[in-house]
Each structure stands twice: as C-alpha cells, then as structure tokens.
C-alpha cells in the first residue's frame, strides 16, 4: 500500500521549498476547505472520472450497466432526483473501484401529460394563447423547444453534481430509436392478441380533454364537507350527500330516496339498484320508477354489490359515469352508452335542455333548485370517509367516461413478472416490496393505452370501413388493407401512454428491436418505490414478453425525500428545492423571485413565499455536490420517506469535508517535519514492526471500515456505508488517533512522527479510496495532495489486512476509559491536563499495551491491573467505565470523593430514567404485536423493535447495577468494602 520512507523523505524533499520542516510551518501547509477551489472544473473532473478504468478488467463478465432513470423535460431536477443521481453514482463509482467496466447511460422522458400541461401554462403566460388557438404543428414546435431547454438545463445539473454519466449512450424516449422501438412492440403485442381495442369507462380530464390512467389520479380524502379549486378560477362544493326522491310506478305514494354526491349525473341514469338482502327494498326489486326530471321509467334491480348501510341503501345506476355504476349495469345488461357530459365537462343536448350547455357544476345547482321546485328534492347530508378523484396533472375533478380506446391486457404478462421475482431472477431490495409487487401485477384490469393529446408517439393503428389494423408505416397500413388509390385510411389521432415507451427503455438501450436481446440488458434498475408499479413492473411485463427476457437482474428502490416535517415535495408549499441553490448558494430574494416567475396560481404563490421565507431566512449558502450527495446518502434510502432537513444535513457534511482537509493538513506537517528512519520500504506496510499500540490499532479499524464499505456497498445498504467512513474519520482517526500523535509533533520526536507519518499516508490513501463514491470532488482534491499527481479515480478499491481483534477489543475499553476520565474532570473542574493514577480493574488480558494511548489521552497513569472484585487498597476513589464490566480506582488526593459521589449520582439518575423508556417502548411493542393484525413486513420491524428494546433494556439494567455498587463503594469506602467480601469468604 505505500513506498515506506523513502516516498515519505522524497516527498519531503519536493516540498523542501515550502515547508520549513518543523510543526511551526503549519500556516504554510494549511489549506481551508473551499468548496470553490475543490470543485473548479466539475465537469473535467466528471469526465475524468467516468473515463477512468484499472487495469485488467476487459472481459464482459466484468461490465455493470445501469440506465438513468430519465427525468421529464417538465422543469429541473428537484432534490428527489439528486437523491437518485446521488444513489446511482456512488453505486457506479463503487462498481469501478472494485474493477468493473461500467456504463452508466443518461436519458430524458418526453412525459407526454406532464409536458403538455407545462407547455400550455407558458404558453399563456408568454403568449396569452390557448392550445386550441394555434395550429398543431406550432404547438408541437412549441413542445420542442421547451424539451430542447430542458435537456439543456437538466444536463447541466447532472453534470454540476458530479454524475458519470457516459453521455454517448444517451436517449430521448421520442427519437427515432424510441419511435422505432414502440411501433414494433405494438405491432408484436396487438399480432399476439394482447392489445385490443374496446369501448369502456375510462378516467377523464375535461382540462386535459384526454383519459388518464389510474395511476395519475389523486383521490383526495373529503373528511368534512370542503370547497376545492379547480382550473379556471372555478370551486366545487364537496362532502354532501343529496338525497332525490323516485316515485315507484304504480304505487301511489310510495318512493325511493336515492342519496347521491353528484347530483349532475342524473340525467344519465339507467336504473335503480338495491341490494337482495335489503328487506326495505327487497320487495320492490322488479318494479319500475319514474325520473324526476327526464320522466322515464326506470327500472327496480337487485345487485349485492349495492352496500345497504352507504346513503339510503338506494343506489342510482349511471354507467357511463361511474365505474362501480357500469360494473352493475353490465351484469344486468342494462344501456351502457347514455351519456349527460361530453369531453369539456358540459351537460350534454340532454333531456330537458334548459340545463345543455351548462358546467356539470353549474348543472349541479340548477339540477337541484329544479328538484326543490318539483318536491323531489329530501335534503342533503354530510357525507365524510369518501373520496374524491382529482387529476394529478391539471387538478381537475375526473369525469369517468365511456370511450373507445386500445387497451393491453396484463393478466398474463402480469404473472410471468410476479413468476420472475419467485424464481430469483430479479431481486428486489428491499425484499417487503414484494408485496407491493405482487399487488400491482395482479391487478387484472387492463392497461388503457391511448391518450388524447397532441404530445406523444402516435399510435400506428389504422382504421378502414370500420375495421382497425396495425401497420408500421402508413405503405404497410394501405397494403394491409389493401387499398386502392382513391381509398381512405384513417390514423388514429390518439398518442400512446408515456409509461408504454419508457418501460422500453431497457431494450431500447440494448439495441432492440435491430439487435437480439439475449440477456438482462441492465444489472440494475435504481428508482423511487413510488414508480414501481408505474414503470419498473412495466418494463418487466413488456420486455419479458417481447424478448424473453428480464430486463434487469436487481430493483433497488428508494424513498420518498419529503422535507423535515415530513410533507411531500411541493412547489405549492413552497418546499421543493432545487439542487443548484444548495450547490451554489442562493439569496433569499432570489428565490422569492424564481417564485413569482412559476407558473403557481397567486394564492400558491402566497403560501409558497411564507415557506420559503420560514425555512430559509438568510437564503441558503453554498454547500457544493459533495455536501448533498453526502446528506442525502447518510439517510437510509431504502426507507419508505426519506425526511430531509436539507440546510441542516448539508452544513453537517460541509463540516465533515472541512475535518477531512484539515487531517490532511496536520498530515501534510507530519510529513513536513519528520525525518526519514529505518523502516523497511516496500509495498506493503509491515503491521508487526509498528511499536505504537495507537498505530496498530488505526490500521486495524482502517480494515474494518474498508470491509464494512465494501459489503454494504454489495447489498446496496449506503447508508451504511457512507456511516462507516464518516464514524472512522470522526470517532477513531480524528478524535482518537490524531490526539494520540501530537505530543510526538509537540516534542519532535523523529522516530516516532516517521511511523506517524507512514500511517497516516496508508490510512489516508484507503480512506479518501472509500470516500470517493460519495464525495468524489473532495477525495480527489485530498488524494492529490497525499500522493502528488495521482487520481483517486486511478485506483483500485483498497486492499488492506491489518485486523487485530484482540487490540481492538483493548482499544474499544481504552476509550471508553478516556471518555470517563474527561467527562468527570469536567464535572469534578479538574483541569484536562492535570495527571492522575489509578488503578484499573477489568478481566481483559495484556491491557498494559494501551496503558500509554490512555496516558496521552486523558493523563491518567495507571500503575497496575486489577481483577474486577480486586480492593484497590486506601486512598482510592472508584470511577465507572460504562459499556464494559470494568473500572477505575483513581488516587485520591483528599478532595476528589465528593465531586465522585455526586457524578454517580446523576448518572444513576440518567440510567434509571433510560431504563424507564426501554421498558416502556418494550411493553408498547409487546402489546402492538399481540393486539394489531399486522402485515409481514411490518410484524417483522416490530419484531427488531422488540428484539432491539430487550437489548437495550439488558444492558441499562447491566449499567445500573454497576452504578449502585461504585455509589455505594464511593460513600462506604472501597476499602471498607473489601474487607466486608473477605470477612464473608472466611
């Protein structure tokens, strides 16, 4: 791992010009971290980064690719998309480090609803123009140069946060190759029966004027009547039930009450539905009722799928906009097709007319008022628990809707992909979602495929005297039919779904449809849990189908990045942030103004304004890439939420990056001021020759870092290993080891800053090695200064075999020694370098090896050890060693018993307070999990928390036991204490 001294004398002598060889050259050594001077020229050094290899791995085996997920040209990347590119990229930097020849391809979704709604806002805040007041081909052009803006802007964010994206694998899921690739997976699955085209109800947006899936609706929970917007300045009433009343045919004075959230719908009923079982309606079932406003006669059936304890128990069946409505009238044969509301959410040249023409909302009212008029009308009632379904893109209230459109059916792909999971040929991590798995691919609804926009891959459907045919170009389409000359063939105006040419995206890459498929074209699939049914189970089902294989060998899903208080990202609530105003900086007035610019409604724009301004005060200072990949990375990823205080977690690790320059500033003055020594050069830093017990150790917690970054690297637990590297360089290198090397700097004692020095450059090189995955600017910038030149990026993963279990085992009670020492001097105001003896007592062997890491330490001499129930003899004060059966007699001068005595005090105080909190969490999970009817993943976190309280519990209960008999030892006397056992054993 390092060239011994003579790389440390060379060194010495290549800066002989600037270091005067003493401690006393500090100021000229010392570097302040810079987030500008570490990370000038990102792009170079991305770029750099990305290209490098190390030797030897050529063969294929050897290859890891992973495909971006693409972001929508909608906007800019937001911090959920840092966290992904953050994910991604210390898994692809790890991959190289550990040899593999990686790919890591960008690419950009077109999102066919979500641009189509951004670009119609701008539209008409630039121009004023609605979509309908320009040609198709403006719009379109229109559309294009906003995805051309975008890409740009989006690029360069990726780029500024040190991405290794191999640019020259990039894809547009609306190129020719995407263009390509969707024409011929419809083809192949409409040839194989799977898509069809079908009249049925559909989920619409009158804003849009096009279906949606299921998927892009919100349904907001109503518990209590509300008012919610809606586009164009428009508000909806909701929470109430109006009950109408339907006068039974032939019964004079008998009537059904229906209760109804949609009083508009009426117009279209077909039926009256109530349940068999219902003995308040059973008798009628059969009978006819008359309308109260359109007058037809209706008919009386029973359905069990009518809940009798929901309204009155009397459902109205309207089946063209409802889908609980079609289900029953299907079953029942009943007119499907009558219909109230057309595309725009206008009551439709309906009987009576006096309401056609009308909003369905504003028809809402007057339907009503009509009903109060006629005596039909019974009243309304708060109707809470229900739901209503907003479209996730434009806010408006969904119209189901009847409508002819092609749709896929999944139910046999949908098993295969479940099938695949159980046979081990994707892993999902974290295993629970499996569930969620499962769930989305039973689903047996089919996939409604055609979208009503301008914006989108055309459907390569043709339609000719009524009779539909797939081609691959309008030629094929005219030969399929053979058409004449002076025939006319329709197209299908309607576009495909966006999430039907992304979950392509595997093949795409991998060359299909020109090139074969004959293996998972990516290693890995990393994403948001939140798509996993949208996308990831798409790309499976599709790409299974199309070529027989899976797409993917591993999914690593991650967690929603919600802010501090838990909310999710919203421009509305002012909360989303853009990645560059914590790289870069931003004032708060800038920010305010990015608001005002957006294309929020003015009372969002309110709300927003006094987030931004309640969260950010003074604006947010630059933090840099390096910063934020590493907050967002210290999180568990793979939680459900990833709860971020963004300004907080950053400046944490700004902090880090600052500790990290400054160890290798106090390096760099080791170096400068020790003399080369004989110790043997070579490659290998020979452990057994080091005589100090602190070196030793270091290196053998360097070992345990460097593995436990490697395995939890491998399964994918960052977290994990982001912490590892922190706690090393935090805990053990910086607040241990470094305080066990300055006396020698302080006294100059060559020899031993010599090993020092060797050390800390091995320990320095695997550590900035680990570290660069994560903070790739940093670890490059401090490498180069520890090996003049050379490139982290240039090296392997580290390799390093200096564990010492037993010396661990020593140090780990060493420390906590310290630890007790300073925390009661500073109770006890002892001064921190004022000297002390003791004696210890502890059953571990050898411990005199780190007799003197502990003096250098804390100032404390310990003249012997002890068994654990050894008397320490008069004169002794006995101090506890938390964590380890174990403790100290210290020498009292005669005026240290009090201040001991009263720090045991309050430390049985703490413990028996922390004992009374793990009992508590212990019996709430007990009873969680005798009681709640819990699901497996959650039976099992409640069985770690249980398991996890019982240990803690275990060891409070340890240390309090401890504590009492030191207090009582301390007030009695040691001494006295020891003669009471030994009277006992006589």
């Known amino acids: 791992m390092i060239r011994g001294t003579l790389r440390l004398h060379l060194f010495r002598r290549r800066h002989s010009a600037n270091f005067s060889g003493s401690a006393?050259?500090?100021?000229?050594?010392?570097?302040?971290?810079?987030?500008?001077?570490?990370?000038a020229n990102f792009e170079e050094k991305t770029a750099k980064a990305t290209c490098c290899s190390v030797a030897g791995t050529s063969t294929k085996n050897d290859s890891f690719v992973v495909a971006l997920p693409p972001p929508n040209v909608t906007g800019k990347l937001h911090l959920g998309h840092a966290l992904t590119v953050a994910i991604q990229d210390s898994i692809v930097r790890f991959q190289r480090l550990k040899g593999k020849q990686t790919t890591w391809i960008p690419g950009f979704d077109h999102a066919g609803i979500a641009t189509q709604v951004v670009v119609e806002k701008q539209l008409w805040k630039e121009r004023k123009l609605r979509r309908s007041d320009i040609s198709k081909e403006e719009f379109l052009a229109y559309c294009h140069q906003w995805k051309d803006s975008r890409v740009a802007d989006i690029s360069g964010q990726l780029k500024r946060l040190g991405a290794t994206l191999d640019w020259n694998h990039l894809y547009y899921t609306m190129d020719e190759r995407f263009s390509k690739a969707v024409t011929e997976a419809f083809c192949l699955l409409h040839d194989a029966g799977l898509i069809t085209r079908d009249k049925r109800l559909v989920n619409w947006c009158p804003t849009l004027r096009s279906t949606i899936s299921d998927q892009e609706v919100d349904n907001i929970a109503i518990d209590c009547?509300?008012?919610?917007?809606?586009?164009?300045?428009?508000?909806?009433?909701?929470?109430?039930?109006?009950?109408?009343?339907?006068?039974?045919?032939?019964?004079?004075g008998l009537r059904i009450i229906v209760a109804t959230t949609r009083p508009e719908t009426t117009l279209a009923d077909v039926a009256i539905a109530v349940n068999p079982s219902d003995s308040r309606y059973s008798h009628l079932i059969g009978q006819r009722v008359e309308h109260p406003i359109t007058h037809r006669l209706l008919p009386i059936i029973g359905d069990k799928q009518v809940q009798a304890d929901k309204g009155t128990g009397a459902l109205k069946v309207t089946p063209a906009h409802d889908f609980v409505d079609f289900a029953i009238a299907r079953r029942h044969d009943l007119p499907l097709d009558v219909t109230c509301i057309d595309e725009a959410g206008v009551i439709t040249d309906a009987i009576p007319s006096e309401f056609a023409g009308l909003d369905r909302f504003e028809a809402r009212e007057m339907i009503v008022k009509r009903l109060i008029v006629s005596g039909k009308y019974d009243g309304r009632t708060e109707h809470v628990?229900?739901?209503?379904?907003?479209?996730?893109?434009?806010?408006?209230?969904?119209?189901?809707?009847?409508?002819?459109?092609?749709?896929?059916d999944t139910r046999e792909i949908g098993a295969e992909a479940i099938r695949a999971v159980e046979r081990g040929d994707i892993k999902l991590h974290p295993?629970?979602?499996?569930?969620?798995?499962?769930?989305?691919?039973?689903?047996?609804?089919?996939?409604?495929?055609?979208?009503?926009?301008?914006?989108?891959?055309?459907?390569?459907?043709?339609?000719?005297d009524n009779v539909?045919?797939?081609?691959?170009?309008?030629?094929?389409?005219?030969?399929?039919?053979?058409?004449?000359?002076?025939?006319?063939?329709?197209?299908?105006?309607?576009?495909?779904?966006?999430?039907?040419?992304?979950?392509?995206?595997?093949?795409?890459?991998?060359?299909?449809?020109?090139?074969?498929?004959?293996?998972?074209?990516?290693?890995?699939?990393?994403?948001?849990?939140?798509?996993?049914?949208?996308?990831?189970?798409r790309m499976v089902m599709l790409c299974h189908k199309l070529t027989g294989q899976v797409p993917f060998s591993q999914v690593l899903l991650h967690g929603m990045v919600r802010d501090s208080s838990g909310r999710k990202m919203s421009k509305s609530l002012g909360n989303v942030v853009d990645p560059m105003y914590v790289i870069q900086g931003v004032s708060l007035e800038k920010m305010l103004d990015q608001l005002k610019d957006s294309t929020l409604s003015e009372q969002e724009k309110g709300l927003a304004s006094s987030d931004i301004k309640k969260r950010f005060p003074d604006g947010i200072r630059a933090f840099g890439a390096d910063a934020l990949r590493f907050a967002l990375l210290r999180h568990n990823v793979t939680a459900l939420d990833v709860n971020l205080d963004v300004a907080v977690s950053t400046a944490e690790c700004s902090k880090f990056a600052n500790k990290l320059t400054n160890l290798v500033n106090y390096a760099q003055?080791?170096?400068?001021?020790?003399?080369?020594?004989?110790?043997?050069?070579?490659?290998?830093?020979?452990?057994?020759?080091?005589?100090?017990?602190?070196?030793?150790?270091?290196?053998?917690?360097?070992?345990?870092?460097v593995e436990a970054v490697d395995a939890n690297m491998k399964k994918y637990s960052l977290h994990v290993a982001t912490g590892a590297v922190y706690d090393f360089c935090f805990s053990e290198l910086c607040d241990v080891y470094l305080?066990?090397?300055?006396?020698?700097?302080?006294?100059?004692?060559?020899?031993?800053?010599?090993?020092?020095?060797?050390?800390?450059?091995?320990?320095?090189?695997?550590?900035?090695?680990?570290?660069?995955?994560?903070?790739?600017?940093?670890?490059?910038?401090?490498?180069?200064?520890?090996?003049?030149?050379?490139?982290?990026?240039?090296?392997?993963?580290?390799?390093?075999?200096?564990?010492?279990?037993?010396?661990?085992?020593k140090m780990e009670l060493a420390i906590a020694i310290v630890s007790s020492v300073r925390s009661w001097k500073k109770e006890a105001q002892v001064p921190n370098k004022g000297e002390l003896t003791g004696i210890l007592h502890a059953d571990i062997q050898h411990i005199q090896e780190v007799y003197g890491v502990i003096e250098r330490l804390c100032f404390l001499r310990i003249e012997e050890t002890k068994e654990i129930n050894a008397p320490a003899g008069q004169g002794y004060l006995p101090l506890s060693v938390q964590g380890f059966e174990a403790k100290l007699s210290i020498k009292d001068d005669g005026k240290m018993r009090v201040a001991f005595i009263d720090r045991l005090k309050r430390q049985l105080a703490h413990v028996k307070e922390r004992k009374a909190k793990f009992e508590t969490i212990l019996a709430n999970c007990q009873s969680y999990a005798d009681t709640a009817n819990l699901k497996n993943y959650m039976f099992e976190k409640n069985q770690k928390n249980i398991s996890m309280a019982t240990h803690k519990l275990k060891g409070v209960s340890f240390e309090l036991a401890k504590l009492e008999k030191l207090l009582y030892d301390a007030e009695n006397g040691a001494d006295l204490v020891a003669e009471q056992k030994s009277s006992a054993k006589n």
């Open 24 to 39: 006393s050259s500090s100021a000229n050594v010392s570097q302040p971290y810079s987030v500008e001077l570490v990370e």
């Open 225 to 252: 009547p509300t008012t919610l917007s809606i586009p164009n300045g428009r508000t909806v009433e909701c929470g109430y039930m109006h009950k109408i009343r339907f006068n039974v045919v032939n019964h004079p």
């Open 385 to 408: 628990g229900g739901t209503v379904p907003v479209c996730s893109r434009t806010g408006d209230i969904i119209e189901p809707m009847l409508k002819e459109q092609w749709f896929l």
């Open 431 to 464: 295993e629970l979602f499996f569930q969620h798995w499962r769930h989305w691919l039973s689903n047996e609804e089919p996939w409604c495929l055609s979208r009503q926009l301008l914006w989108g891959h055309p459907i390569p459907a043709y339609k000719m």
């Open 468 to 537: 539909w045919k797939t081609a691959r170009s309008d030629e094929q389409a005219r030969k399929a039919f053979a058409a004449g000359p002076s025939d006319v063939i329709g197209k299908d105006p309607d576009v495909l779904d966006t999430w039907f040419s992304s979950a392509l995206a595997p093949l795409v890459v991998a060359g299909w449809p020109d090139k074969p498929v004959r293996s998972p074209p990516l290693h890995l699939m990393e994403t948001g849990h939140d798509i996993l049914g949208f996308w990831v189970t």
């Open 669 to 705: 003055i080791v170096w400068n001021a020790c003399l080369p020594v004989a110790l043997e050069t070579s490659e290998a830093l020979n452990h057994a020759k080091l005589s100090d017990a602190a070196d030793r150790w270091i290196l053998s917690r360097l070992t345990h870092m």
């Open 739 to 809: 305080e066990t090397t300055k006396s020698a700097l302080y006294v100059k004692n060559m020899d031993r800053l010599a090993e020092i020095g060797v050390v800390l450059k091995t320990v320095l090189r695997s550590t900035l090695s680990c570290l660069s995955p994560f903070m790739p600017f940093l670890a490059d910038h401090l490498y180069q200064r520890v090996e003049e030149g050379a490139s982290v990026f240039e090296q392997p993963f580290p390799r390093v075999s200096y564990a010492d279990p037993e010396l661990d085992k």
